[in-house]
DNA sequence: TTCATGGTGTAGACAATCTACGTCATATGG
DNA sequence: CCATATGACGTAGATTGTCTACACCATGAA
């Protein structure tokens, strides 16, 4: 019941950037990219795992990132994925195309004088 | 055919925000609010009509924006759109939350020292 | 045994945007 | 008179991304 009633998508367009940067920093799991995305937002930032793992797909499937399983020591399987070179420039677009969101959005808000 | 193709999807969740914010210079009849936006933007913001009237319909089903035909001099009938008192602080609300997204991007993508 | 935690995943609902149309009226040029 | 451009409003349908709500499996602790 009570389907959806999403009221938490401000990050509409903006995770796979967010991913993608965070795979800067070399290989990660799901669950980490996801931790370290929230903790270096302060909190404000929170991916579901519904978004989260569709997100990686969807990644994986247009060549940006690749993965891999890896059971770490006490059989703790997860898959690490790690940035591909295609990714890279998907990443330097991404940046640049938040930027000139950032700064127009920032124009039309400016208080008039 | 070729229906739908979306590569230009900027706009996705900060198009009330900027509709609304237009709207505090006065009442607009909706070409004339994306006009606006377009050009304070320098061109990095363009409405589309299937996002313009849908959008408005919506601020004004939600009680943000109340409606007015009007019919100028020349028998130009036009829809002009005026900021309610709800929708000054719906403003408030949606100018607060891009802040914080913005942050939270922003910290995000910082380079890593 | 039960429970918490860490990790991956899917199904289905929902909302917002886009492209591609269509309408109507006025003005302009031939 | 007719064609065409322009200004203005609008809808239909497709696509996409995010969300909530589940499920599964393994480990470790109570």
Redesign the pocket.
Known sequence: ????????????????LLILRTLVYGPA????IA?HIQRVSEDAL?????????????LEARGWIA?KWKTSD???????YRLTRTGRRQLAVEQTRWQQLSVAVTRVLRPAD
């Open positions: 019941m009570t389907p959806a009633s999403p009221r938490n998508q401000l990050l509409y367009g903006t995770l796979d799991h799901g669950h980490a931790g929170r991916i579901e795992t519904g978004s989260l793992y569709p997100a990686l797909h969807r993965a006490k059989g703790k399987r997860a898959r690490y």
